[in-house]
């Protein structure tokens, strides 16, 4: 069952719809205002006058990069797993001959 989820981003309700998990949606829309508002407050406390489009792009390149940042962390400790299970597999195939 589709529902619909709005959000507001500076002053405009936003309405998409959500296939499936309703809560998840949510918080990735709460997430996108809360990174939207980051940005807003840091430019204008450091005075910098900006368009609306750029604050969404600045808050869309954030995301984006914690996302590669996050995905980058993944894949080390995947490699650190894959290293620590041949080790102990290594291990346990010695004690066993």
């Known amino acids: 069952m589709d529902q619909h989820i709005t959000i507001e981003i500076f002053g405009h309700p936003f309405t998409f719809k959500a296939d499936r998990n309703i809560s998840k949606a949510k918080e990735v829309a709460a997430y996108l205002e809360e990174e939207v508002g980051k940005v807003e407050r ?12 750029a604050i969404l792009i600045l808050a869309a390149l954030n995301i984006a990069n914690e ?13 650190m797993m894959a290293q620590k ?5 290594d291990s346990l195939n010695t004690v066993a001959s």
């Open 85 to 89: 299970t041949t080790g102990l597999l």
């Open 42 to 53: 840091r430019l204008s406390a450091e005075s910098v006058s900006i368009n609306k489009r």
């Open 67 to 79: 996302y590669f940042e996050l995905k980058e962390n993944q894949t080390v400790l995947l490699e």
